[in-house]
């Protein structure tokens, strides 16, 4: 009985990648290394020792590989654990391989700090899991000022926020007389207003830009802030400036770190709703050279920006956003909502076809998702952004219009309108 082409059954054995292979299970104090070695004759050897966390510790587990001679080396990622071991490996020459937790989870109950290096190495060694992307040293580098300065201006939006808060507490609306305090004329009210002048020292202190609200600031000035809110508004200005220097000096950092790469950076910056600052935020987390990933729907899942895969039974449940890049994706998600504001843009059309049947949020992070196409499109022709001028609204019509027409028709509206006769009332 001879069995159908398709249902012959086929070998599949798991391939050695690396014959000396290594499995690190990575913790704050310590590291339980594992080695699984091939032997000429198909046997199979293991080793596991454990080591210090500290650079002591590092430089011996280092030695110990090489004297295995390991060429691969799997860790979890832990936290930021995982950093200074990768460093290490990296400087001995062993190629690190990192792996996402939840690809690479032990058997419940048979979980321990050997059976997870254990299987780490043997993952590593036949690769099993595909690894992780981590970007050149010097780009992670960079990601750590990128990062820092993401969180300086958040500080920085709370502190203007509770400036905000201050003032209309106290019944002083400066906010709806100006339309940005933190402007020069601006700043100048909040710095004598924390200063303690009077209303008439501070209005002889503004430009003549404001020359037309000056009876309207005189009426705003009128409300008192009392001794508690003008230490809070003084501190907060504090603050304020601190956070704004750190940015500035950042900024300088960044410029100085990514100067090999202004290409790039000015190739970002024709993008709409793409600053200086926000491209040099999406190069340091993507990197220049994209070779590592095979097509741009695995940049777009490495983002967390690509939908979920979660079918069952023919049927397709929720499709929601797997994890990713929480930074990349917030990143993007920001330069998105400048990106929908640029009029004759395809990012404006396109969110605006998507919005009319999707809630406003998730149209923003599917035209992130766009935005990083775009992206990565650029990065790998090494041309600027040229709009393609697509007319979303036009799409749409074209996709609806014969059912649109054949609904009209159904319900007498063609007809009434070819007789002139009054249309069907509204529901």
């Avoid at 210090?52 to 090489?66: M, V, Y």
């Avoid at 460093?87 to 190629?95: M, N, P, T, V, Y």
């Avoid at 059912?403 to 009054?422: C, D, M, T, V």
């Amino acid at each position: 009985m001879s069995t159908p082409a398709g249902d012959r059954l086929q070998p599949d054995e798991m391939h050695v990648v690396h014959p000396r292979a290594a499995g690190l299970d990575v913790h704050k104090m310590q590291i339980t290394a594992s080695v699984r070695l091939c032997q000429p004759g198909g046997g199979v050897q293991c080793a596991t020792r454990q080591f210090s966390a500290l650079p002591d510790g590092l430089g011996e587990l280092a030695k110990w590989l090489h004297s295995h001679r390991v060429t691969a080396a799997a860790m979890e990622a832990t936290g930021i654990f995982w950093q200074a071991p990768w460093e290490a490996l990296e400087a001995a020459g062993i190629a690190p391989q990192l792996f996402h937790t939840q690809f690479v989870k032990q058997v419940k109950g048979r979980k321990s700090n050997v059976a997870d290096s254990v299987w780490l190495a043997r993952i590593c060694q036949f690769g099993l899991c595909r690894p992780s992307y981590v970007p050149p040293r010097q780009l992670r580098q960079l990601r750590q000022l990128s990062r820092y300065r993401r969180k300086l201006v958040g500080e920085r939006s709370r502190a203007r926020n509770r400036i905000h808060k201050t003032l209309d507490h106290d019944g002083l609306r400066l906010g709806g007389a100006l339309s940005d305090i933190f402007g020069r004329n601006g700043s100048k009210i909040l710095a004598g207003l924390a200063a303690g002048r009077s209303p008439d020292e501070i209005l002889a202190t503004l430009s003549g830009h404001v020359r037309h609200k000056r009876a309207l600031l005189e009426q705003v000035l009128a409300a008192q802030l009392d001794a508690h809110a003008v230490w809070k508004l003084g501190d907060l200005l504090r603050a304020h400036a601190a956070a704004s220097a750190s940015i500035a000096e950042l900024d300088a950092r960044m410029a100085e770190g990514l100067a090999e790469l202004e290409e790039q950076v000015r190739l970002l910056e024709t993008v709409p709703g793409i600053d200086r600052g926000s491209a040099c935020a999406i190069l340091v987390e993507l990197g220049p050279d994209l070779s590592a990933f095979d097509k741009t729907a695995n940049v777009a899942a490495w983002a967390g920006l690509a939908p979920g895969n979660n079918e069952s039974a023919g049927k397709r449940r929720s499709g929601r956003l797997r994890r990713g890049n929480a930074t990349l994706r917030a990143t993007l998600a920001e330069c998105a909502h400048g990106a929908v504001r640029s009029k004759g843009s395809q990012f404006h059309g396109h969110h605006n076809a998507l919005k009319a049947h999707m809630p406003y949020k998730r149209a923003i992070l599917a035209t992130a998702h766009k935005l990083l196409r775009t992206i990565v499109a650029m990065l790998r022709d090494q041309r600027p952004y040229i709009d393609p001028g697509i007319d979303y609204d036009k799409l749409v019509v074209d996709r609806n219009a014969a059912r649109w027409l054949r609904k009209l028709e159904e319900h007498g509206y063609i007809e009434r309108a070819r007789s002139g006769g009054p249309q069907p009332a509204a529901a």
